[in-house]
């Protein structure tokens, strides 16, 4: 199988995804034969299931939470149910932050020894899932414990900044080949712990990747067409911007 990216999802924000203006499955990554799921949001098992070609959840090797959020984690405790077949086959790995397992938790008790493993995600880590080996960045500022990731596709290293208020420390891991980049906002807005469009420009003037994928996006992002401000992006800049569509697949 070839190594892809598919977007089963480009909502962000309550509102976009309360709506299903665009929707919120995450993303399917396939490396060298190894699947896995990224950030299963709502309906995440059903955009699965409907893709075409169809994903299958039951055949995935693990799952990763960026973060413990709705949008980001709604459908983590039916994908895990499926990737078990319901717990009767121990299998595959699950990633999140502590902060996903403790306290009020998003995985349920009674899954967590479905998996085969359940790794803590922590700072500048380094982690496997079957072929697919990924690093974790520096906390982003958001509130929630968040952690973007940087891994190999092909021969492209390829980095997902997940949620995450502006900090100019973020071009200290972030300098990839191709570039997910989660950008709720058309303007920044205080308080507002997430990326606007005017903050990416700066953070792509910086760190010049070959290729850059946005997604994610809020209220404000869709009414002014990310289509639109992915093209002006990508010529101030000189660079190859794309926004990303739901169903959207990137092969390397």
Same mark, same amino acid.
């Given at each position: ?10 909502? &962000?924000? %309550? ?10 499955? &995450? ?30 959840? =039951? ?5 990763? !939470? ?20 319901? &717990? ?27 998996? =085969? ?10 982690? %496997? ?39 100019? =420390?973020?071009?200290?891991?972030? %300098? ?18 997430? !990326? ?6 700066? +953070?792509?003037? =910086?760190? %010049?990747?070959?290729?850059?994928? +946005?997604?994610? $996006? &809020? ?9 639109? +401000? ?21 092969? $390397?």
């Amino acid at each position: 199988m070839a190594d892809f990216i598919k977007f089963l999802g480009t909502a &962000g924000a %309550r509102f976009v995804m309360i709506k299903q203006l665009r929707q919120s499955g &995450g993303l399917w990554i396939s490396c060298a034969g190894t699947q896995v799921l990224v950030d299963p949001g709502p309906g995440s098992l059903v955009r699965c299931i409907k893709s075409r070609p169809k994903l299958n959840p =039951e055949a995935l090797d693990g799952v990763i !939470l960026t973060h413990r959020h709705i949008d980001h984690a709604n459908d983590v405790n039916v994908i895990i149910e499926a990737m078990t077949e319901g &717990g009767f086959k121990k299998r595959g790995v699950v990633c999140a932050p502590q902060d996903a397992l403790d306290g009020d938790p998003v995985i349920f008790q009674y899954l967590r020894p479905f998996p =085969e493993k359940i790794e803590i995600l922590k700072p500048r880590g380094q982690f %496997r899932i079957g072929a697919f080996v990924f690093e974790t960045s520096m906390p982003h500022v958001h509130p929630a414990q968040t952690y973007g990731l940087k891994f190999t596709l092909g021969n492209s290293t390829v980095g997902l900044m997940t949620d995450t208020r502006f900090f100019p =420390e973020l071009t200290s891991f972030y %300098r990839t080949d191709i570039l997910i980049i989660n950008v709720i906002l058309l303007h920044p807005r205080p308080g507002v712990d997430h !990326l606007s469009i005017e903050e990416v420009k700066i +953070l792509l003037g =910086e760190l %010049r990747p070959r290729k850059t994928i +946005l997604t994610h $996006f &809020g209220m404000t992002m869709l009414k002014a067409k990310p289509e639109l +401000l992915s093209q002006q992006l990508a010529r101030e800049l000189n660079l190859d911007v794309v926004a990303a569509r739901d169903g959207m697949t990137v092969s $390397f």
